[in-house]
């Protein structure tokens, strides 16, 4: 099966898409706040909480592709790479504290307590609006994926990749858009029926998707921030620097991890020829890295072993 694309340096530490989708979520935060404020609706309330704490999250994805962006210096001679990382973390913890478990708990005070709803002709037209703005800025993060998945299927891309904030933006966009779909149909039932439970129940629906997705993103940033492998071209990239040099006779043993988007550290063990003295072992490492760092420009770092067993 095909590997994922190596991404472009532009869409790693490019943040068009997420001061998109901080523009598109504060225009909706606020249509949404107007909405929930004139019906009462529980559900629309529960959306705008969901907006508003998307803003933040966006806000926090800013901070983390700033800090990440920092130079290596002595007191982190390995760069600012994972703080990306740690923050795409933290939006995943607030996505499943301030926007799933609070909609969950509006969801049940509302099948407890429920309340009629009023002018859902207003409430209705500003979740249309939001599904269009959400869907727009949805479809251009699955546009970008695309353009940088390659042959690889995209469930499975979002698996592999190592843009979290690309991902992180992904996954609270669809569940935007799932989450207006299901406000929606909710609250046409309530009208519908008369029976404002089932906008209670479209409450509890969006609180269980942004529990699953901010699940799903905490798993794989976590996995992440611990020091994942870096991806499987890096190893193949080693092995074909080693094949350039009649003087490197194999690889022994390849360490890659995964410091930050587009920044890996490369550990490995290499059996050279017997014959050679100490500058010979010098310049034959040299040149290894060379070559190494021509063909996987995301090798920040590279530390070269020569040795004859594993």
């Given at each position: 099966?095909?590997?994922?694309?190596?991404?472009t340096?532009?869409?790693?530490?490019g943040?068009?898409?997420?001061v998109q989708?901080?523009?598109?979520?504060?225009?909706?935060?606020?249509?949404?706040l107007?909405?929930a404020?004139?019906?009462?609706?529980?559900?629309?309330?529960?959306?705008t909480l969901?907006s508003?704490?998307?803003?933040?999250n966006q806000?926090?994805?800013?901070?983390?592709?700033?800090?990440?962006?920092?130079?290596?210096d002595?007191?982190?001679?390995?760069?600012?790479g994972?703080?990306?990382?740690?923050?795409?973390?933290?939006?995943?913890?607030?996505?499943?504290?301030?926007?799933?478990?609070?909609?969950?708990?509006?969801?049940?005070?509302k099948?407890?307590?429920p309340?009629?709803?009023e002018?859902?002709?207003?409430?209705?037209?500003i979740?249309?609006f939001?599904i269009?703005?959400?869907?727009?800025?949805?479809w251009?993060?699955?546009?970008?994926?695309?353009?940088?998945?390659?042959?690889?299927?995209?469930?499975?891309?979002?698996?592999?990749t190592?843009?979290?904030?690309l991902?992180?933006?992904?996954?609270?966009?669809?569940?935007?858009v799932?989450g207006?779909?299901?406000a929606?149909?909710?609250l046409?039932?309530?009208?519908?029926?008369?029976d404002?439970?089932?906008?209670?129940?479209?409450?509890?629906?969006?609180?269980?998707?942004?529990?699953v997705?901010?699940?799903?993103?905490?798993?794989?940033?976590k996995?992440?921030?611990?020091?994942?492998?870096?991806?499987?071209?890096?190893e193949?990239?080693v092995?074909?620097?080693?094949?350039?040099?009649?003087?490197?006779?194999?690889?022994?043993r390849?360490?890659?991890?995964q410091?930050?988007p587009?920044?890996?550290?490369?550990?490995?063990?290499?059996q050279?020829a017997?014959?050679?003295?100490?500058?010979?072992?010098?310049?034959?490492?040299?040149?290894f890295?060379?070559r190494?760092?021509?063909l996987?420009?995301?090798v920040?770092?590279?530390?070269?072993?020569?040795?004859?067993?594993?």
């Open positions: 099966m095909s590997e994922p694309s190596k991404p340096a532009d869409a790693t530490h943040t068009g898409h997420i989708s901080l523009v598109v979520n504060l225009a909706i935060a606020l249509s949404k107007v909405g404020v004139v019906s009462g609706s529980g559900a629309m309330l529960a959306e969901h508003f704490a998307d803003c933040g806000a926090l994805l800013l901070l983390g592709v700033q800090r990440a962006a920092k130079p290596p002595a007191s982190h001679p390995l760069g600012y994972a703080a990306l990382y740690f923050w795409s973390f933290m939006v995943a913890l607030l996505l499943f504290l301030g926007g799933g478990l609070f909609s969950i708990y509006e969801g049940v005070h099948l407890h307590h309340e009629p709803i002018d859902a002709r207003l409430a209705l037209g979740l249309v939001s269009g703005l959400e869907g727009w800025s949805c251009s993060n699955v546009r970008q994926l695309n353009a940088q998945r390659g042959n690889t299927p995209f469930w499975r891309y979002l698996r592999l190592k843009d979290s904030d991902i992180v933006v992904f996954g609270e966009n669809s569940a935007a799932l207006l779909c299901i929606a149909v909710s046409q039932l309530a009208v519908a029926t008369g404002p439970r089932f906008d209670a129940l479209g409450s509890l629906g969006i609180g269980l998707v942004l529990v997705v901010a699940v799903f993103l905490a798993v794989e940033v996995s992440l921030l611990m020091g994942e492998r870096a991806g499987p071209e890096v193949a990239a092995a074909r620097a080693a094949a350039g040099d009649p003087q490197v006779l194999r690889v022994l390849v360490i890659s991890v410091k930050g587009n920044e890996v550290l490369v550990a490995c063990k290499l050279l017997p014959a050679l003295d100490t500058a010979g072992v010098v310049a034959t490492i040299n040149a890295e060379t190494l760092h021509a996987c420009p995301e920040r770092w590279s530390f070269v072993e020569p040795d004859d067993r594993e």
